[in-house]
């Protein structure tokens, strides 16, 4: 068994368990069915992509497009537009595959790419002579005076 197939399949199911309990917690069941068949649209969507490309878009379009569609409740008419949008991406599959790669590829460059921090340019002068001394009569912090 390949350690770092089930080591996935450990972190789907524990971060399955956690937005379950989010679900439970907050009450937000309605979000139950859209999610699922978003999640389940997107894990069609890679697996069928191994084997046939145009299946991989058809299946991963009907998944998360009726998720969508339920989220937003504009179901009726909403199948409509996604079976119009099915019936055109017809024979367009490989290239719909190759800009959804492409998104995939530029969120995990945004997502690798180490942030540097921002600094502020500060001009330093440096003056000949020297520094003033603060004066003896006034306290400084450090020192307390009682009353």
Same mark, same amino acid.
């Given at each position: ?9 450990? @972190?789907?199911?524990?971060?399955? *368990?956690?937005? /379950? !309990?989010?679900?439970?917690? %907050? ?5 139950? %069915?859209?999610?699922? *068949?978003?999640? !389940? ?29 339920? /989220?937003?409740?504009? *179901? ?21 595959? @190759? ?7 530029? %969120?995990?460059? %945004?997502?690798?790419? +180490?942030?540097? +921090? ?12 020297? @520094? +003033?001394? +603060? ?13």
């Amino acid at each position: 068994m390949n350690f770092a197939h089930n080591t996935r399949r450990s @972190a789907a199911i524990g971060a399955s *368990l956690i937005i /379950l !309990g989010f679900i439970w917690w %907050l009450n937000l069941w309605w979000l139950l %069915l859209p999610g699922a *068949l978003i999640a !389940g649209g997107v894990a069609a969507y890679i697996q069928r992509r191994a084997m046939r490309v145009s299946e991989a878009v058809q299946i991963g379009l009907w998944g998360v497009g009726l998720g969508l569609l339920l /989220l937003i409740d504009f *179901l009726f008419p909403g199948v409509l537009f996604l079976a119009g949008i099915s019936i055109l991406a017809r024979g367009r599959e490989r290239e719909i595959d @190759a800009q959804v790669q492409r998104f995939v590829s530029s %969120l995990h460059r %945004l997502r690798s790419t +180490p942030r540097s +921090p921002e600094t502020t340019s500060v001009p330093i002068t440096v003056h000949s002579g020297d @520094a +003033p001394h +603060p004066s003896r009569d006034c306290p400084t912090t450090s020192e307390t005076t009682q009353l």
